[in-house]
């Protein structure tokens, strides 16, 4: 198992196509980092430059000491698992498992020892003798899985390997993968889009946008601290509500409203007062369930979602609305909202307790905590607290 050193890595497709862009980053030995990021922000092609699948345009990939930046992939002593299992149809579950130990001359007996070993490991051991057209869809990627465990590498690469499997199955097998980790605590670098697997799975995540680093850090911390609007937009479910807002002394002011701030929580210089101001939908509640000596909003209600275990509340505010973009869909193309077109009109939402009475068309009375909320430059869209300072550039 062995640590992975991307030192300065930048990958040029040409015609002005910049896929990674001098990316630095070490992933310690044993450790599990999620690279996550929106479509096309480089995610993928810096998984397979660490792969040699993609030869990097400058800088070094050292892994396990080793440089291995002009090593072919199978000089690498990496197992790579795809999006597409690629399981050989008319091979067995046994065959698939131990091709990549046959191809490398492993003796026989060792080689039935291993697969065997591994098959009991995910629970294949009752379906050795069956063909990849016979088996389930979590059955093929555990088989993937067992096809790269059974070579015993240096480090395991991720490519969205779950991305196929329905919502339910994807639940129990990042659960699995966890599970998988912990036993054989092999170095692993997973790619995926989906900020809840990135969020769950890793020890650390790295924010990817336009193929650079924006943060990384542990995924609690990426939620508590983002470095800036992007990762604020990107990180958390529902994204945070993003709008800009004015400080006055020790208040904050946006859409109307004035809220206090906290003594604890004080933005760095702003100029002219301007700022963004971000406030993640649970720090919201209704008013009939919060603590009380918050401030509080009244607010029409737009949009009723109830989820039974909360309920999100969907509401308007007179203020410019930010909008990170490529934080929030694939494509920049399509629209981010129906509900709130205009420049000057927000839609926030507030997740609250399930218990509201609020309905649409009538109002609801919100609390707020100012202890949660956050501040960014309206220029750079960097965070404004001095304690979300764990940017790309500190790894």
Same mark, same amino acid.
């Given at each position: 198992?062995?640590? /992975? ?21 070490? /992933? ?89 070993? +591994? ?29 790269? /465990? +059974? ?184 629209? +981010? ?30 609390? /707020? ?27």
């Amino acid at each position: 198992m062995g640590e /992975i050193v991307l030192d300065h890595v930048t990958k040029d497709f040409g015609n002005g196509v910049l896929a990674v862009n001098d990316v630095s980053l070490t /992933i310690g030995e044993g450790e599990f980092m999620v690279l996550v990021g929106p479509s096309g922000c480089g995610k993928t092609t810096l998984l397979r430059s660490i792969g040699g699948l993609e030869r990097i345009s400058t800088g070094r990939i050292v892994i396990a000491d080793r440089d291995v930046t002009r090593s072919e992939p199978a000089a690498r002593d990496l197992a790579m698992v795809f999006q597409n299992y690629a399981l050989y149809p008319h091979m067995t579950v046994r065959k698939n498992l131990g091709y990549g130990l046959r191809v490398r001359k492993v003796p026989k007996k060792e080689r039935d020892e291993r697969v065997q070993e +591994v098959a009991k490991l995910l629970g294949l051991d009752e379906l050795l003798d069956r063909r990849p057209g016979q088996l389930s869809g979590g059955q093929q990627q555990r088989v993937a899985m067992g096809r790269a /465990i +059974v070579r015993e590498p240096q480090a395991f690469l991720m490519d969205e390997p779950l991305s196929n499997l329905d919502a339910k199955l994807r639940v129990g097998m990042r659960t699995s993968l966890q599970h998988l980790h912990h036993r054989l605590g092999t170095t692993t670098v997973y790619v995926t889009h989906d900020q809840v697997e990135a969020m769950t799975l890793g020890q650390r995540v790295a924010v990817m946008r336009d193929g650079r680093l924006q943060q990384v850090d542990a995924p609690q911390r990426l939620y508590e601290e983002p470095a800036n609007t992007f990762v604020a937009a990107f990180i958390g479910s529902p994204s945070m509500n993003l709008v800009e807002a004015r400080l006055s002394g020790d208040s904050i002011s946006f859409g109307g409203f004035t809220i206090p701030l906290d003594r604890q929580r004080r933005p760095r210089f702003a100029e002219d007062g301007r700022v963004i101001v971000g406030i993640r939908p649970e720090a919201f509640e209704d008013a009939k369930f919060a603590g009380g000596g918050l401030p509080q909003i009244e607010v029409p209600v737009d949009v009723l979602e109830e989820l039974g275990s909360d309920s999100h509340v969907f509401f308007p505010v007179e203020a410019d609305q930010v909008v990170v973009e490529d934080a929030l869909v694939d494509d920049p193309d399509d629209e +981010v909202s129906i509900l709130a077109e205009e420049k000057d009109r927000t839609l926030m939402i507030a997740r609250v307790d399930a218990r509201t009475d609020a309905r649409v068309g009538g109002s609801v009375r919100l609390a /707020i905590d100012p202890s949660r909320l956050y501040f960014f430059s309206p220029e750079t869209g960097e965070s404004l607290l001095n304690g979300a300072a764990h940017s790309a550039a500190a790894h």
